[in-house]
Each structure stands twice: as structure tokens, then as C-alpha cells.
């Protein structure tokens, strides 16, 4: 099965490892795994007064410190995993990396937003959901 665990740096994506640990039919030899981080763009107005090469540089080491916990979350395991980020919104991003990498679930945890909260806020999970045609494996 190919796997797209969709992490950020919030309490709900360390949860989800949490919970992908507890239960071996998860985390097998036999799954496909990439790791894929979403990195918010800079502000336009903040962008304006950085060179290309800067802003870049900027969003790898954002990326990096994310994915730092699952690389090592992977390599503890002896589980092969690919890592790979790119810059935008969210929600768009997983949905086009699924179809992109012919995934065959993605996995992500909930920010716990509830439904009152995703329905007035947006919540990422929410719109990955209404863009997907895979199964989404919400964490919470």
C-alpha cells in the first residue's frame, strides 16, 4: 500500500506517529511510505524584501525542522520512508501529491478543531477530505 502521511508541527501529527506505533498493521516492510510537509509561503510584503535563493533557504530549514522527527520516527523502525515538502497551501498540496504519487491512503492528524471550528475556520483536514478520492485517515 502506498502511504502519505500528511505532518506538520502540531499535536495532532506527533499523535498520529503515536498512534501509527501502537498498531503494527500500519508501520510494515511492505508499505510504501512518503512523508509530506505543506510549508506556508511567506507573506507577500515580507517576501518582497527577500532574494529567491533566501526565501528557499528559509523554507528548507522550515521543512527540515519538521520532518527531522519523522525521519528519525522511521529510521528507529528500520522502515524505508521518502521526505518531501513543498511550499503553498496546504490542503491543494497533499491532494495533488496523492494523485501525484498514485497513493492509495493518506494519513494526517486532526487539529481537534471540531465540527463547528472546521466549518468556520477551513480546516486543512476538511478540504483535503473535499479534494481527495482516496481514503483519508484522520488521526485525532
Known sequence: MKILLAVDDSPGSRQMLKRLAAQDVWLRK??????????????????????????????????????????????????PAAFAHEIGEASDLIARKARQGACDLIVMGSH?????????????????????????????
Open 30 to 79: 511492505e508499505h510504501e511510505y512518503t512523508v509530506f510537509h505543506a510549508v506556508p509561503a511567506v507573506p507577500h510584503p515580507a517576501a518582497a524584501f527577500m532574494k529567491a535563493d533566501e526565501a528557499r533557504a528559509l523554507y528548507d530549514d522550515d521543512a527540515e525542522s519538521v520532518l527531522a522527527r519523522y525521519r528519525t520516527f522511521f529510521e528507529q523502525r528500520g522502515l
Open 112 to 140: 481537534g478543531h471540531g465540527a463547528l471550528g472546521a466549518m468556520l475556520l477551513g480546516s486543512t483536514t476538511a478540504k483535503v477530505l473535499a479534494r481527495c478520492r482516496i481514503p483519508v485517515l484522520v488521526v485525532r
